[in-house]
C-alpha cells in the first residue's frame, strides 16, 4: 500500500462496506461515499439497478443526490467521491457536473471505465471541470469482491455438472 493509500483506505472500507449491501438485491456491489471538505461522511450509497428498476441508480449518482440534498445544494465544492469501481460515463459527467474536487476509486474498470480506462471523461480538457482523480486505492479488495460476484452469478447461470447433482 502506498503512503496515497493510506490516506484514502478508511473511506474507501466505508465504500466496500456499503458495495456489500448491493448483494441482497443482487445488485453489483459497488458502493460510494461522498466527504465534506473535513473528511466527514456526507452520504452513501450502493448500487440498486436491480432493487429499483432503474438504470441510473449507480451507487455514484446515488451518494452525489444525497449529499446534495443534504448540503442544499447541487454544487459539491470541496467535497471527495469515494467509490470502489472507476465510474462510468453517466457517473463521471455526473461528479464532473456536481463540481466534486477530488475522485478515490478503487478497482480499474476495462469494459466501461470513463477515468482513464476506456474513456477519460473527468480530465477532459473542453470540460469546464477537472477533479482530481486517486486510483487504485484498496484495489485488490475492490477487484476481489466484483470478481467474487461475477463468478457466483454465472455460476448460478450456468451451472456445471457438478453443481447440477
Known amino acids: 500500500?502506498?503512503?496515497t493509500d493510506d490516506a484514502w483506505?478508511?473511506?474507501m472500507r466505508l465504500a466496500l462496506d456499503e458495495a456489500r449491501r448491493a448483494l441482497g438485491s443482487g445488485d453489483v456491489p459497488v458502493g460510494a461515499v461522498v466527504l465534506d471538505p473535513t473528511g466527514s461522511v456526507v452520504s452513501s450509497a450502493h448500487n440498486a439497478r436491480e432493487a429499483d428498476a432503474d438504470p441510473t441508480a449507480h451507487a455514484e449518482v446515488l451518494?452525489?443526490?444525497r449529499a446534495s440534498s443534504v448540503r442544499g445544494e447541487w454544487r459539491l465544492d470541496g467535497c471527495t467521491l469515494v467509490v470502489t469501481l472507476e465510474p462510468c460515463t453517466m457517473c463521471a459527467g455526473a461528479l464532473v457536473?456536481?463540481?466534486?474536487?477530488?475522485l478515490v476509486f478503487g478497482a480499474y474498470d476495462a469494459k466501461a471505465g470513463a477515468v482513464g480506462s476506456l474513456f477519460d471523461v473527468v480530465r477532459d480538457r473542453r470540460l469546464n471541470h477537472r477533479p482530481e482523480v486517486v486510483p487504485g486505492v484498496l484495489a485488490d479488495e475492490a477487484t476481489t469482491?466484483?470478481?467474487d460476484f461475477f463468478a457466483s452469478h454465472r455460476r448460478r447461470r450456468f451451472p456445471t455438472s457438478t453443481e447440477l447433482g
Request: aromatic residues 0%.
Open 9 to 11: 483506505a478508511a473511506p
Open 1 to 3: 500500500m502506498t503512503g
Open 63 to 65: 451518494a452525489l443526490r
Open 145 to 147: 469482491l466484483l470478481q
Open 97 to 102: 457536473l456536481a463540481r466534486v474536487d477530488r
